[in-house]
């Protein structure tokens, strides 16, 4: 299968941004929590497998809405070439559940090159469960994702999803997966 990158969409966080690693970090440096490993979060709902205060992952998390670039988000290894690779043939486009817009466009533009981040499409729903139609409407047909929900309700609408490997994901499917960018990218080689 050699995906067109035209037809390609990604989600943000845990897919384009290391969110998992960068929790961890926050979670360690600001709060004391030394113990916690990315193989630890075994949901995507981070409350449901950590046993942290409520009131300190809202926190981690609200930072990490609101300011990614104060709060230190990394690109995921590779991600930042691979994106620029892949905005050589066709302009990137980017749907997350992120509520706000701004806050990931502007570390988006810190990381890209300014001609890939001029012509990104990016969306910012607010929730996860309307991805689909904003997908399909865009008229995408793969889309690489984190959360496994998301991918299933793509596959039943005729999107092929791309699950983006990471420990809340592993179990209990058997869709079309990547590990790393350099998976990603070697389905859109020529």
């Not at 990158?5 to 845990?14: E, Q």
């Not at 949901?43 to 205060?53: G, Y």
């Not at 991600?79 to 701004?102: M, N, Y």
């Amino acid at each position: 299968m050699k995906i067109n990158p035209a037809h390609l969409g990604f989600d943000i966080d845990g897919v384009v941004a290391d969110t998992g690693g960068a929790f961890i970090r926050i979670a360690c440096e600001e709060y004391g929590i030394s113990s916690l490993t990315l193989e630890d979060i075994t949901s995507f709902d981070v409350v449901d497998c950590l046993d942290m205060d409520q009131g300190i992952i809202e926190a981690i998390f609200g930072r990490l809405l609101d300011d990614p670039l104060d709060a230190g988000l990394q690109p995921m290894q590779d991600a930042v070439s691979v994106l620029h690779s892949l905005a050589a043939k066709a302009p990137l486009t980017f749907v997350t559940a992120r509520p706000h817009e701004e806050p990931i466009a502007r570390w988006l533009e810190h990381f890209l090159q300014p001609d890939t981040f001029k012509s990104i499409r990016l969306i910012a729903m607010g929730v996860h469960d309307r991805k689909t139609s904003y997908i399909k409407n865009l008229g995408l047909k793969y889309f690489v994702d984190d959360r496994l929900q998301t991918c299933r309700k793509l596959a039943e609408a005729g999107i092929t999803p791309l699950v983006y490997n990471q420990p809340w994901n592993k179990n209990g499917h058997d869709l079309p997966t990547v590990n790393n960018w350099q998976d990603i990218q070697a389905l859109c080689a020529e």
